[in-house]
């Protein structure tokens, strides 16, 4: 099991900016591919961002692309999403996520960080 903890959640208003922080540990880091995902109520999980094990390739969906930067600190185990120009939309438990690299389905979860974003 790799074990992840998210933190920075928060309430914030719309245009304000957070950092979510994933921080995690062990020998597979540097196999792992990092996503984050987030639930809104009544919603099903969705994609946000991933970033591969080097730190070079990412993704995003477009419904954060241009606001949100995914990045990851190899020496501090720990993977970040920088969420700027926020909206209520954003609003939901943010997860963080971790893969093998090659691997399709993420298999290891975090315990989930709210963001609260109004207007």
């Known amino acids: 099991q790799v074990p992840l903890a998210e933190t920075g959640g928060g309430s914030v208003q719309t245009g304000d900016s957070l950092r979510l922080s994933c921080a995690s540990s062990?020998?597979?880091?540097?196999?792992?591919?990092m996503g984050w995902f987030r639930q809104a109520p009544g919603k099903e999980r969705e994609f946000v961002a991933a970033?591969?094990?080097?730190?070079?390739?990412?993704q995003s969906s477009d419904s954060v692309k241009g606001r949100f930067v995914i990045s990851r600190d190899n020496a501090k185990y720990t993977v970040y999403l920088q969420m700027n120009s926020l909206k209520p939309e954003d609003t939901a438990v943010y997860y963080c996520a971790a893969k093998l690299r090659g691997t399709s389905d993420y298999k290891h979860w975090g315990q989930g960080t709210q963001v609260t974003v109004s207007s």
């Open positions: 062990g020998r597979t880091w540097p196999l792992l591919t």
């Open positions: 970033i591969d094990p080097s730190g070079k390739n990412t």
